[in-house]
């Protein structure tokens, strides 16, 4: 089982990346999948979660209107469009999936976004 994660990196307050999650070892299309973020000292915190097929989507409060995600089962892959990024955005993130019927998870090992002028 692997979640990779790719596409983070350093970006200027107001700039946009995509992060990535490619999944194997599993059945990518029976997980919700989600993204977290973590920043020093703080706790890990729920960023957004896409359902099994994508029909429906949650965000945190903190990146609504900002962040999208989106998934390609096809292709098993997870995707966060980050758009008007902040200073408070910088964190890693994690890509989690959870099988929505034996509820089997996973964690990726995370990607750095830094954002910062």
């Known amino acids: 089982v692997q979640l990779v994660e790719s596409g983070g990196g350093l970006v200027q307050p107001g700039g946009s990346l995509r992060l990535s999650c490619a999944a194997s070892?599993?059945?990518?299309?029976?997980?919700?999948m989600s993204w977290y973020r973590q920043a020093p000292g703080k706790e890990r915190e729920l960023v957004a979660t896409i359902s099994t097929a994508g029909a429906s989507t949650n965000f945190a409060a903190s990146v609504k209107g900002r962040f999208t995600i989106s998934r390609d089962n096809s292709k098993n892959m997870v995707y966060l469009q980050m758009n008007s990024l902040r200073p408070e955005d910088t964190a890693v993130y994690y890509c989690?999936?959870?099988?929505?019927?034996?509820?089997?998870?996973?964690w990726g090992q995370g990607t750095q976004v830094t954002v910062s002028s």
């Open positions: 989690y999936a959870l099988n929505a019927w034996n509820k089997y998870y996973y």
């Open positions: 070892g599993f059945t990518f299309s029976s997980c919700h």
